[in-house]
């Protein structure tokens, strides 16, 4: 695998410093398109305000793509189209990233106070999340990233993470809601809190409402997502359970995407042994994208509850699964479940099944590669909260 420098000096200091001033060139946020590894375009979702002069365009991409470069249009004080000048390649579109900078003349000063955050908001029932597996996978194959995008609808989207394994593992955490390329309604101020649980008890390891909030963001400032309001943290975790809970500041709705990323560069013993998400499935599925590294094959469970779920709020009573696997760009179906026993992998992991025949699990051996695990209901137009399960089993 290629080693990525993800900081260089004079970059890092000039995204630490643009994150921290009080932009008067604000808002503007775009994606990028990419066929066969290639950026072929940007979209841009919102042209901001303030610009009187052309941005600096900044393209990242976690899963290691390289080379692509873009120049931006502006008027009328707005970012109006963004231009490839270089299409790089290696890119794909869950892992890339547009990260749109102000130009010095359209920075003001740097504020003076630190951002007071809001009260607490209550800690949700974390019950219904997986317990760590027992086993350790046998091949070199490692999940990498896991992001989730589902509803925010009267409670968070909590996702659990097991880290198993030697030493401390360096872990990105990130959320989308305004920047999303997704046509339907979006959290429009995403935060985030991160949760450690050692006997038995849940503790705050982190809150972070913006970007720049948290001491890492100057750092990896090449990771944001170019709006001010999506916040990033990167923390290095030892072997344990965690909860990472995505919440709307201002006890909004709509729907957000959490991000779960590892580095290419860590080459530590500990590794991701399980992920999951709760969120609200609707008219628009829970969504979930996972990358895997390394070399080989690797069994990945994958599981949904709905209606055993230990939990008070609306429960989706009949889930369904599908698996699709991206290949050039393009995603196919890897394979479909309505209800446990349906994949022919179902006898052979009948103790890993919740009890509950509507809620379908499926067993595979994966290589390398980005995989989509979509919840929906079968059921046209029921809706509720479902728990997506990815496990690493033997």
């Not at 303030?50 to 008027?75: E, M, W």
């Not at 919440?247 to 590892?262: A, C, D, K, L, Q």
């Not at 760009?329 to 509507?358: I, K, M, P, Q």
Request: negative net charge; hydrophobic residues 35%; aromatic residues 8%.
């Amino acid at each position: 695998m290629k080693t990525h420098t993800y900081l260089l000096t004079v970059f890092g200091m000039l995204l630490a410093w643009a994150s921290q001033a009080q932009a008067a060139a604000t808002g503007a946020a775009a994606t990028a398109t990419v066929s066969g590894g290639v950026i072929t375009g940007f979209t841009v979702s919102s042209g901001g305000s303030g610009y009187a002069s052309a941005p600096t365009i900044f393209i990242t991409d976690s899963g290691g793509g390289t080379g692509a470069s873009a120049t931006a249009t502006v008027s009328g004080g707005a970012v109006t189209v963004i231009s490839v000048t270089a299409g790089g390649s290696g890119y794909t579109d869950s892992t890339t990233s547009v990260i749109i900078l102000p130009s010095s003349s359209d920075l003001d000063s740097a504020p003076t106070t630190t951002p007071t955050l809001p009260a607490d908001v209550s800690t949700p029932d974390t019950s219904s999340l997986p317990d760590a597996p027992t086993t350790s996978p046998s091949s070199g194959i490692k999940f990498f990233s896991l992001s989730t995008r589902a509803g925010i609808y009267g409670y968070p989207i909590p996702g659990s993470l097991t880290i198993k394994g030697d030493g401390s593992k360096k872990v990105l955490f990130r959320v989308k809601g305004p920047s999303m390329g997704f046509g339907g309604p979006k959290v429009e101020n995403p935060k985030i809190k991160l949760l450690s649980k050692a006997s038995g008890s849940w503790s705050t390891l982190f809150e972070v409402n913006d970007f720049g909030d948290h001491e890492s963001s100057a750092t990896y400032a090449d990771r944001a997502t170019g709006n001010s309001l999506e916040p990033l943290a990167v923390v290095s975790l030892v072997a344990g359970t965690y909860s990472c809970q995505f919440f709307e500041e201002n006890s909004g709705t709509g729907n957000g995407n959490m991000e779960i990323y590892g580095f290419e560069d860590d080459d530590t013993a500990a590794y991701f042994s399980s992920l999951s998400t709760r969120g609200y499935v609707s008219s628009y599925p829970m969504a979930g994208s996972l990358t895997l590294k390394g070399e080989g094959t690797a069994k990945v469970m994958f599981r949904v509850k709905g209606p055993s779920m230990s939990f008070g709020g609306e429960k989706l009573p009949n889930p369904k699964i599908k698996i699709l696997t991206k290949v050039d760009g393009v995603w196919s179906t890897v394979v479909e479940s309505n209800d446990y026993g349906d994949h022919e992998s179902a006898s052979e992991y009948a103790e890993r099944a919740t009890g509950n025949s509507l809620e379908p699990m499926i067993v595979l051996s994966l290589g390398e590669g980005t995989y989509s695990c979509q919840v929906f209901s079968e059921v046209d137009g029921e809706e509720g909260n479902a728990n997506l399960e990815v496990y690493l089993v033997d």
